[in-house]
């Protein structure tokens, strides 16, 4: 052990493992249990990282509630088209609230004409409309994922007009000199799945495609069977999303023992299937439609729309917000009002029950 040579490579891979620490989570990280003992099931947090999460994770005071008497938003404007049975007082309440949450430093004004609130020549108005809407479906129509907790505008915009995280469907043609050809969007570390340098767009098969999201084959020999590479790698690409968008390890939601398997896992795995569910019923049902409404600056380089995942409602938290409950502040925001009765919506919600049932049934 005394030449010098070996010497040198041995302070040469000291040198390394210090370079690459400094890449990693400062300690102390403490881990909590998620399951039983000596099971692997357990949970890695950084009290730094936690720390900042809740600074940022502050709910507003909820405004007193409004009477819900006297005559309705409806009767009295002229252009309420989903908010017109509240009363006016309420109506308000709500206008307000919603500035507060989404443009308080631009105010009415970000929405609307001030000289004629009826007038629709803004587009975030119409999107707007769209928005109150689509919040109404999430806490009415999946509450196999929010539970009572519910989602408000706040939820997803903290006070901002653009939610800090959305998503674009990636432009992965090949580029310029790029001879490899179309490399899936792999191989450039992306945010998107927590710096890995897995395809940077796991969110255009899973989360508005309905792409199966495998990594398992279902049969031994390859008689029909269609998993690939490719989509496995989405898979994982979507996996290490899901982690970092919810500040949690794998075994938040998987038993580390057969990861595919769903007996012995946590049940938070099952609120995740409906949420993988819901942001695809969201972002086809919802933002899609959405696409000719929004001024091309607020479009992906493909032409698409904004659209959501689930670090747009999450930020970081295992619930959004911890947990905070908003929902029963504004009760207006947890029901279907006008669309409630339409037929496409019927259908859909037929739709959705059968669904609900599917994890179980893959047992
Ligand atoms: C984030 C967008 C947004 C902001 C900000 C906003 N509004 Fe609205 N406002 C809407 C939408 C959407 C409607 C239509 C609701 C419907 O169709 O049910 C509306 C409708 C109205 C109407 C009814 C007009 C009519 O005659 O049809 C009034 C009045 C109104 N808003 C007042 C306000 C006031 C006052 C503020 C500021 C405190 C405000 N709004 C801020 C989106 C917004
Ligand atoms: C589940 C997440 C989510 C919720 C809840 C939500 N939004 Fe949005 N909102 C988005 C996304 C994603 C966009 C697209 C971002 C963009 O504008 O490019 C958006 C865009 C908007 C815009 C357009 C902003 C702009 O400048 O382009 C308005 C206005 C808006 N939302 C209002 C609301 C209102 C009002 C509510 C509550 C009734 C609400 N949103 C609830 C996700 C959400
Ligand atoms: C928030 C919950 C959650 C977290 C965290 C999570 N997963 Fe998953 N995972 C799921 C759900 C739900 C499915 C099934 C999706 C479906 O069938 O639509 C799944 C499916 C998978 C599959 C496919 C299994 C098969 O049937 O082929 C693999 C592999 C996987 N996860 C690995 C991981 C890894 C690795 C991590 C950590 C980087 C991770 N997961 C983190 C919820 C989670
Ligand atoms: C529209 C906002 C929204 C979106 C988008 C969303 N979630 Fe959630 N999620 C919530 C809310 C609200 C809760 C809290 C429900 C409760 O209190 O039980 C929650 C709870 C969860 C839980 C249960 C946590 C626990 O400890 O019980 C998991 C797991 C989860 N979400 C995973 C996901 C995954 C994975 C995605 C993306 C595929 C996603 N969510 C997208 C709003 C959202």
């Not at 490579?9 to 040198?15: D, F």
């Not at 109404?136 to 653009?162: L, S, Y």
Request: net charge positive; proline share 7%; hydrophobic share 35%.
């Amino acid at each position: 052990m005394s030449t010098p040579s070996i010497q040198t490579a041995l302070r040469l891979l000291g040198l390394a493992s210090v370079a690459l620490l400094a890449a990693c989570e400062r300690p102390p990280v403490i881990s909590v249990q998620h399951g039983y003992a000596g099971t692997g099931m357990v949970q890695v947090y950084n009290p730094a990282t936690v720390e900042k999460q809740q600074e940022a994770n502050q709910v507003p005071e909820a405004t007193p509630q409004a009477s819900p008497d006297g005559p309705k938003a409806g009767q009295v404007y002229q252009n309420v088209k989903v908010l017109g049975d509240l009363s006016v007082g309420q109506f308000n309440r709500l206008m307000v609230n919603m500035t507060a949450w989404i443009a308080p430093e631009q105010g009415c004004a970000y929405c609307h004409n001030v000289a004629n609130f009826a007038d629709e020549s803004k587009y975030t108005k119409v999107v707007a409309r769209k928005m109150v809407e689509m919040t109404q479906h999430i806490n009415t129509d999946w509450k196999n994922h929010v539970a009572e907790t519910g989602v408000t505008c706040f939820t997803c915009h903290r006070g901002q007009p653009v939610p800090k995280d959305i998503w674009f469907t990636a432009n992965n043609a090949p580029k310029g000199a790029n001879f490899i050809g179309d490399t899936a969007g792999q191989n450039s570390p992306a945010k998107t799945v927590g710096l890995s340098s897995l395809p940077n767009d796991p969110f255009t098969p899973f989360l508005l495609g309905k792409e199966e999201i495998r990594v398992n084959g279902n049969t031994a020999l390859p008689s029909g069977n269609r998993a690939s590479i490719k989509q496995a790698e989405w898979t994982y690409g979507l996996m290490m999303h899901m982690s970092s968008s919810l500040g949690v390890n794998c075994s938040y939601c998987h038993n580390t023992r057969n990861i595919a398997q769903w007996e012995g896992g946590p049940p938070q795995r099952v609120t995740a299937w409906h949420g993988i569910r819901m942001a695809r019923d969201l972002n086809l049902n919802y933002m899609e439609t959405l696409t000719e409404v929004f001024p091309g600056h607020r479009k992906g380089e493909l032409g698409d729309v904004a659209k959501l995942n689930c670090a747009t409602c999450h930020q970081g938290a295992y619930k959004p917000l911890y947990g905070a409950g908003m929902l029963k502040d504004h009760p207006e925001l947890g029901r279907d009002t006008v669309l409630a009765s339409s037929a496409p919506v019927k259908a859909a919600k037929a739709a959705l029950q059968a669904s609900a049932a599917a994890p179980a049934a893959k047992r």
